[in-house]
């Protein structure tokens, strides 16, 4: 499958060199493609909340505990993606 080169470099930076991308939660893996839909509208929001999720934690508790993070984490999607809202289909990296 081939992915988009800026999700790519966007996992790249959350995932691997900050960790932000899954664990296991509920006795099952999950990580953050799990929770964008195959096409609609996805905003810089929606898609550290969904890291967050994926990490099992509630984006929505605590947030002036986590602000700097989430603060850390949207700036990569816009640098990357290239906007603030984009539409699912752009978040698919290069599987295989």
Do not use: T
């Not at 790519?8 to 953050?32: F, M, R, T, Y």
């Not at 964008?36 to 929606?46: L, N, T």
């Amino acid at each position: 499958m081939s992915g988009n080169p800026s999700y790519n470099a966007l996992q790249k930076e959350v995932c691997v060199e900050c960790g932000w991308c899954g664990g296991i939660v509920d006795g099952k893996p999950s990580h953050v493609d799990n929770f964008i839909p195959e096409a609609g509208p996805v905003s810089a929001d929606q898609f550290v909340d969904w890291l967050f999720i994926a990490e099992g934690m509630d984006p929505s508790e605590d947030s002036d505990r986590w602000q700097v993070h989430k603060d850390h984490l949207r700036a990569p999607f816009i640098r990357h993606i290239g906007a603030e809202i984009v539409d699912a289909s752009m978040l698919q990296w290069d599987v295989g």
